[in-house]
């Protein structure tokens, strides 16, 4: 089925709902919240059937906000703690689940390294004060804590 063209239906099919999230869900993971937006503007709202959608995509073990949580972090490896959960409880994910996925605080410093890495080419880190702000705020915004930012930029 193509769903990328096709207008919105008048009723949310329980059958139609399902395909469109099963195509979603091929082509990329999404938390539960996300889908629902999905749904909601594909489909005139019917919070029935889009609920039993989820519930037969989680039994068939085709969306998982687990598995999505575990996917995003390790597909953002030069992210920050803070930054994982500001995206996170965006796309819905509970803090709780959150907070259980989340690299440990060891590896924020490796994970700042490695950003900070590949931002520098390999060099190290400039002397030049204004060079090394700019660093500081490159790590700040990719959500690393104060802290790890003093730590790798020798502030």
């Not at 059958?15 to 539960?32: E, I, K, M, P």
């Not at 030049?128 to 804590?145: I, M, N």
Request: proline fraction near 3%; glycine fraction near 4%.
């Amino acid at each position: 089925m193509n769903f990328s063209r096709q207008k919105k239906p008048k009723i949310a099919d329980a059958r139609q709902v399902f395909d469109y999230a099963c195509w979603l869900l091929a082509r990329r993971n999404y938390s539960q919240k996300e889908l629902l937006e999905k749904f909601n503007t594909r489909f005139i709202p019917n919070e029935e059937v889009f609920i039993a959608a989820l519930e037969k995509l989680q039994k068939l073990r085709l969306q998982s906000d687990e598995n999505f949580t575990g996917a995003f972090i390790r597909s953002h490896p030069g992210w920050g703690r803070r930054r994982l959960i500001i995206e996170l409880k965006r796309r819905g994910i509970e803090e709780e689940m959150i907070e259980d996925s989340l690299p440990s605080e060891d590896s924020e410093v490796d994970r700042a390294r490695e950003a900070l890495g590949r931002k520098l080419k390999g060099e190290k880190v400039p002397e030049d004060f204004k060079e090394r702000q700019k660093l500081s705020a490159f790590l700040a915004r990719r959500g690393f804590d104060l802290d790890v930012i003093r730590e790798l930029v020798r502030f």
